[in-house]
């Protein structure tokens, strides 16, 4: 059977762990701060997920929590189609290893944790000397949380908008999200010293991968390089993907000047362009065994482009003011006369009013979408 103890050692092994956080990693088991109720995906088509309890089936439950991959614990309905999905879990172990180690951290920084969860890296972070205020949404999970982590001296567990911090402990050496952002909030900045660490799961709606850290600059602004290393979190929620009816408008019908495998099958294409099209949403779908990828837009545009047609005088499908295609073909050329870039390579400065996301050094930002 999975045991914490493998799943911290395989971690050694495999260069996620070093230092004192391999130690802490082994001493903070996160079997301790997992609700007795989890949930796994069921294989098949759809989205399942089957409860597994700890006095049911406490082997499995076992071999859930002490696995290298995330726990779902809680499920709610999605806003796309009302079907189950995740709305908390805690958070795979390589990933969580990942950002504590970006943030630097010496004993007795003062620390704010975003996304309490099941309150599992605000332990960590405990135990490592910081001084912990951790922040999580959910009325529930927060009390929870709150109850498994009283023991410890140095945290503060607070119910409520992890995106508007926690001006009161402010303000901070140190501020870790455990959520997934397309923008970084004004209060994050406000409320870090000069030279804090921000560290945060950074996606785009074509790339649910991105890591961003952050130096906070003595001007309230932050500017930092994005992690080759990716990561994948759920989303801060007012951040999730929408996706909007589309509006009425006459259809644009015609031939795709690129194969859209060639956006598919490169990540750093992808996490190129969706840092280009910040605004557009893109699903891959496949339905009567044609596949197709769409996109959407906020202003009701779309693109609906046959992946194994697109030649085709019909290979591509547009509506709305704007060219969502045309766009994203664009952005990949940008992408390719740029030597096909790495996600490392590019960096953000943030601001309480506004972001830039650049390539190599700020002053060469990245295209921004037309204005419609």
Not at 171 to 196: E, M, Y
Not at 265 to 293: E, H, I, K, N
């Amino acid at each position: 059977m999975t045991s914490w103890a493998g799943t911290v050692a395989r971690l050694v092994e495999q260069g996620r762990l070093a230092g004192r956080w391999a130690g802490i990693f082994a001493e903070v088991d996160r079997a301790a701060f997992t609700p007795d109720t989890v949930y796994a995906e069921m294989p098949g088509p759809g989205r399942r997920y089957d409860e597994v309890t700890r006095g049911g089936q406490p082997e499995r439950w076992t071999e859930l929590v002490c696995s290298p991959e995330a726990v779902v614990t809680r499920l709610m309905p999605s806003a796309a189609d009302g079907q189950p999905a995740p709305s908390s879990s805690s958070s795979a172990p390589a990933a969580v290893a990942t950002m504590l180690a970006a943030l630097d951290l010496a004993p007795g920084d003062r620390v704010l944790d975003l996304g309490t969860g099941t309150g599992w890296v605000a332990a960590l972070l405990a135990a490592y000397g910081a001084e912990v205020t951790t922040v999580e949404a959910d009325r529930t999970v927060a009390a929870e949380a709150a109850a498994r982590l009283a023991p410890f001296g140095n945290i503060t567990a607070v119910h409520g908008d992890a995106v508007l911090g926690h001006p009161e402990s402010a303000a901070f050496d140190a501020v870790h999200a455990g959520f997934a952002v397309r923008r970084i909030p004004a209060a994050w900045l406000t409320q870090s010293r000069p030279g804090a660490r921000i560290v945060a799961p950074y996606s785009t709606l074509w790339s649910h991968t991105g890591m961003v850290g952050l130096v906070r600059q003595s001007d309230s602004s932050a500017a930092g390089l994005f992690s080759r290393t990716r990561v994948s979190f759920m989303w801060e929620a007012a951040q999730r993907p929408r996706w909007p009816a589309p509006a009425e408008h006459d259809e644009r019908v015609c031939v795709s000047p690129v194969d859209p495998r060639e956006v598919l099958q490169s990540p750093a294409c992808m996490w190129a362009v969706g840092l280009q099209l910040p605004g557009v949403t893109f699903d891959p779908v496949t339905a009567g065994g044609d596949r197709t990828l769409r996109l959407w837009a906020l202003d009701g545009s779309t693109a609906a482009v046959h992946v194994d047609h697109w030649a085709g005088p019909a290979g591509v499908r547009q509506t709305g003011p704007r060219s969502l295609w045309d766009e994203a073909v664009t952005a990949t050329r940008w992408w390719t006369s740029r030597g096909r870039p790495s996600r490392d390579r590019f960096g953000l400065t943030t601001s309480p009013h506004r972001e830039t996301i650049w390539l190599d050094t700020p002053g060469q930002p990245v295209p921004s979408p037309p204005a419609t």
